[in-house]
């Protein structure tokens, strides 16, 4: 528990601090502006999930923005498809979605899974709900996150943020379908 408040304050302190800090990243899953100040300066990541769909994320002063999903809490997740805890929390959390209406779940595969591998795994496990990222646009989002939070890659790597993006809660090792809605009343 302790080091998951660890992780939490690492998170929030260090993304309060990054503006104007550039990630390692790939030009087909980040983004940067024209330079700018480092003030006004913003990275962003850009992906496109199983189903086609476009959203970002943008690091921010506490926490994680994610422009197409403003209003709504989101469960972000690192996995590895091979995992059996990462497998059955994407299986809770297909269950739950119904129930966490205002809840996005998005789902960041780090196992080397290609597009058309990421969407035969999903339909294997009967995954509905849930934004599947593969990991060749997930690494430089998992390298921020090592980077700023100090993790050392275990998974699942869980982190929940607010209807405002900021994260409320950051944990390695998956959550019971009790912990997921107990915390999504939280947030």
Not at 18 to 46: D, H, M, R, Y
Not at 52 to 62: T, V
Not at 141 to 147: E, Q, T
Not at 166 to 177: C, F, P, R, S
Request: with cysteine.
């Amino acid at each position: 528990m302790k080091s998951r408040k660890i992780l939490l304050s690492l998170l929030i302190a260090l993304i309060s601090g990054i503006n104007g800090v550039a990630a390692e990243t790939s030009p087909a899953s980040a983004t940067q502006p024209a330079p700018q100040s480092p003030q006004t300066q913003k990275l962003q990541f850009t992906f496109t999930d199983t189903h086609g769909q476009i959203f970002h994320i943008i690091p921010g002063p506490k926490g994680l923005n994610y422009p197409e999903f403003k209003g709504k809490k989101v469960f972000a997740m690192f996995f590895i498809n091979s995992g059996t805890p990462c497998r059955n929390e994407l299986q809770t959390l297909t269950q739950l979605k119904p129930k966490l209406k205002d809840m996005e779940v998005v789902a960041f595969e780090l196992k080397g899974l290609k597009p058309d591998q990421l969407k035969a795994f999903e339909k294997e496990l009967s995954l509905q709900g849930i934004h599947l990222v593969d990991t060749a646009q997930a690494l430089p989002f998992a390298n921020f996150i090592a980077r700023v939070a100090g993790w050392k890659g275990s998974v699942p790597l869980i982190i929940l943020s607010d209807k405002n993006g900021e994260v409320k809660h950051m944990q390695l090792g998956a959550m019971t379908a009790k912990e997921i809605e107990d915390y999504y009343k939280k947030l």
